[in-house]
């Protein structure tokens, strides 16, 4: 008996080479300006794709590879056929499938958009609720002035008017 050598896999190049497979298929998302900074826009870009592929339903006869050549070219002959037949059904199909695909694209990007929309009205809200503290804190101040005017003032009555208590609210203004 032979005695035949195992292969030997390695899973941590494995890993390695479908982790790069993985950015890879990213950056064709993010060079196409799909992603926009969000990583959950990806599998919905990547299941556009596939769908848009299988939308061209009936468009084009299978290669049918699995076939010895000897019988490959009389299936294929005969699916030219079928899918000729077949054209009542597939071409409405198709079309259905084209504008189902480019209606959900035209929904993503709407959707996209009212998501920019909205994280662009959120930095608005937070610089303006800043602008409303800068406020509040100029109105204390404002406030404890004139509560200091204001008793200066009465002081100033209670007196009746003298000269020393008229510099000083001048000095206070």
Avoid at 4 to 13: L, T
Avoid at 98 to 116: D, H, I, T
Wanted: glycine fraction near 6%.
């Amino acid at each position: 008996m032979t005695a035949f050598d195992e292969p030997v896999i390695d899973v941590a190049a494995l890993m390695a080479t479908l982790r790069e497979e993985v950015r890879r298929k990213q950056g064709v998302c993010r060079s196409r300006g799909e992603d926009g900074g969000a990583e959950s826009w990806n599998p919905i870009h990547a299941s556009l794709d596939m769908a848009e592929q299988r939308a061209m339903i009936g468009s084009g006869v299978p290669n049918m590879n699995r076939f010895h050549w000897l019988l490959r070219l009389p299936a294929r002959v005969v699916a030219r056929v079928l899918l000729y037949l077949l054209q009542i059904v597939t071409l409405h199909q198709r079309e259905y499938n084209q504008s189902m695909v480019k209606a959900v694209r035209g929904l993503v990007r709407r959707l996209r958009a009212a998501q920019e929309g909205h994280a662009s009205l959120a930095e608005q809200i937070e610089q303006l609720r800043q602008r409303c503290g800068d406020r509040d804190a100029q109105m204390e101040l404002l406030q404890s002035r004139l509560a200091a005017l204001t008793l200066r003032l009465e002081m100033f009555t209670a007196r009746g008017g003298d000269a020393a208590a008229d510099a000083s609210l001048r000095d206070a203004a």
